[in-house]
């Protein structure tokens, strides 16, 4: 399942950087997805729950922030926000475009339990 896994790799990070920075319990998690990455944000937070039992992440709100699709049009350099997958350059009416933001998936922050 798709979200499994991103939800096993965003607790993978929070125990790295639990461990480095000494932090017991983390109670909060900003996350930033783009909306290319299709991830269902009830069903990342439910998977999330499930995952984050026994670890430094356990009982952690999971904040997830939707980023827009935006993308830069290759023949007039326009730069626009994609609304529903619709690749069209909104200057020139080009279908060349490259996509600059949308794949995102990261911590963005995470605040801790006393901190
Ligand atoms: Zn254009």
Redesign the pocket.
Same mark, same amino acid.
């Given at each position: 399942m798709h979200e499994t896994a991103i939800v096993q790799g965003l607790i993978r990070i929070l125990e790295q950087q639990a461990a480095q920075h000494e932090v017991s319990a983390i109670c909060k998690v900003n996350v930033k997805v783009g909306r290319l990455r299709a991830v269902e944000p009830r069903q990342l937070i439910a998977c999330f729950e499930i995952y984050a039992e026994g670890t430094v992440a356990q009982g952690a709100e999971l904040a997830i922030v939707a980023l827009p699709v935006r993308a830069c *049009?290759k023949?007039?350099l326009?730069e626009f926000e994609v609304p529903r997958f619709h690749f069209e *350059?909104p200057? *020139?009416g080009?279908g060349d475009v490259d996509v600059i933001q949308g794949q995102e998936l990261y911590i963005e922050s995470f605040e801790v339990v006393g901190g």
């Open positions: *049009c023949a007039c326009c *350059c200057g *020139c080009g």
